[in-house]
């Protein structure tokens, strides 16, 4: 099994920052892109921002120059780093993974609990 928590959510004033954390752990041979999901009130789940094994990052227009993402492999474990919050970015946060397990020719995608980020004065 693989299992994801997540941590660092919460209350927080419209300007300010919180970070996010996904720590991946199970049978894992390997993990492939990691990334961070939101859905907000009565809105459908939609993509925050990815990062491959590599390192690239991909991020939804509406966080740019806002949120970074990054990774610590060593440690399976991805972050998403949240400044200048807006109302607007009040949803429950999903951590993803595309991971494989040992004995396995196929990776497939994990999710994590989910983590309320609520923004507001």
């Known amino acids: 099994q693989v299992q994801l928590v997540e941590s660092g959510g919460g209350l927080v004033q419209p300007g300010g920052s919180l970070r996010l954390s996904c720590a991946a752990s199970?049978?894992?041979?390997?993990?492939?892109?990691m990334g961070w999901y939101r859905q907000g009130p009565g809105n459908q789940r939609e993509l925050v921002a990815t990062?491959?094994?590599?390192?690239?990052?991909n991020y939804a227009d509406s966080v740019k120059g806002r949120f970074t993402i990054s990774r610590d492999n060593a440690k399976n474990t991805v972050y998403l780093q949240m400044n200048s919050l807006q109302p607007a970015d009040t949803a429950v946060y999903y951590c993803?993974?595309?991971?494989?397990?040992?004995?396995?020719?196929?990776?497939?995608?994990?999710w994590g609990q989910g983590t309320q980020v609520t923004v507001s004065s």
């Open positions: 993803n993974i595309n991971a494989r397990r040992p004995l396995l020719l196929r990776a497939q995608d994990y």
């Open positions: 990062i491959t094994s590599g390192g690239t990052s």
């Open positions: 199970g049978s894992i041979a390997s993990i492939n892109a």
